[in-house]
């Protein structure tokens, strides 16, 4: 495809195509010419740290020109919509455009609008689709674990309902082969359809965690969140923190993974987070050599 909105529809192939070319950049190899003369948008109509600074590096590595266009500071506020923003930067010659917007499906909405020789990346989509992350985090999880996710157990934990990051890798881990996947977290914030069609479903963490490859922790989207979804903090992070007395239910090598930002103290302990298990640092870095591999696949002539 012209685009990547989304991991549900990609060949296994292609995933394993993009997972070992971002590994060839994450060992430190570079390219700076691969995107000289091609101008991208960071076009983000919702806050972000690493997705944003990640695909800019990204972008810089592959010699690309980087535009950052962020809705708070833009024309958006004087009522200019998401299309004609888009026409408007695609008309300065610009090819490449890595899009965040809070509406499901906007990014596919918008990929619709755009000329023949345009890109769209979708950088996080409502509730919908992160796939950059999806991807950056089987990076992460094959470098820690190995290539054969067949034997692995992997549990995602908390907020699945407003979290684009678990539908991605949902996805991911099912294209992948992963051999058991289980969800845990409040029934209030787990989805009701049929996301969660082939996994274990489950309302206690500590029974859930039993011999786990890997946990990935989601952060409790209060943004997103009707109020009284969750009762309490205090009340979220006694039945679904991650601490260390709980990790040691895991298998004795696990890991544990969050997208960030975190909610420290909420949904994940300082111990865990920054203790030796954590792949959360990792999962940054992993994200500029995946975002650098997405680039290159889409935008290279
Ligand atoms: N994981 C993630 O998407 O983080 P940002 O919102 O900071 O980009």
Do not use: W
């Not at 029934?187 to 082939?198: E, F, I, M, S």
């Not at 006694?238 to 997208?259: F, I, K, N, Q, S």
């Amino acid at each position: 495809s012209r685009h990547l909105i989304g991991l549900r529809d990609m060949p296994r192939e292609r995933m394993l195509t993009l997972l070992d070319r971002a590994q060839h950049y994450a060992e430190g190899h570079d390219a700076r010419s691969a995107l000289a003369g091609t101008a991208v948008c960071t076009l983000f109509f919702e806050p972000s740290t690493r997705t944003r600074l990640s695909f800019q590096l990204a972008a810089q590595r592959l010699g690309a020109d980087v535009l950052n266009f962020d809705a708070s500071t833009s024309s958006t506020s004087k009522g200019e919509t998401a299309r004609d923003t888009l026409k408007t930067i695609e008309a300065m010659g610009v090819r490449g455009f890595i899009v965040r917007h809070k509406h499901d499906g906007a990014v596919a909405a918008l990929a619709a609008e755009a000329a023949e020789g345009t890109h769209l990346i979708n950088a996080g989509d409502g509730r919908s689709a992160h796939p950059t992350q999806g991807l950056l985090d089987m990076l992460s999880l094959r470098q820690a674990k190995g290539g054969d996710f067949s034997s692995l157990k992997v549990l995602i934990v908390g907020d699945v309902k407003h979290s684009r990051v678990a539908r991605s890798d949902l996805h991911a881990l099912r294209t992948l082969g992963a051999g058991q996947i289980r969800v845990c977290g409040p029934r209030a914030l787990l989805p009701d359809d049929d996301t969660l069609k082939d996994c274990i479903v489950s309302q206690d963490f500590d029974a859930a965690l039993d011999g786990v490859d890997a946990v990935m922790m989601l952060r409790l989207q209060r943004e997103r969140m009707e109020d009284g979804l969750v009762a309490s903090l205090e009340d979220y992070h006694r039945d679904y923190g991650l601490t260390a007395a709980r990790l040691a239910r895991a298998d004795a090598e696990a890991v544990v993974m969050h997208p960030g930002p975190m909610n420290r103290g909420v949904e994940i302990t300082d111990e865990v987070a920054d203790g030796p298990r954590s792949l959360v640092l990792r999962q940054v870095a992993n994200g500029v050599a995946v975002r650098m591999a997405v680039l290159e696949s889409l935008l290279r002539r």
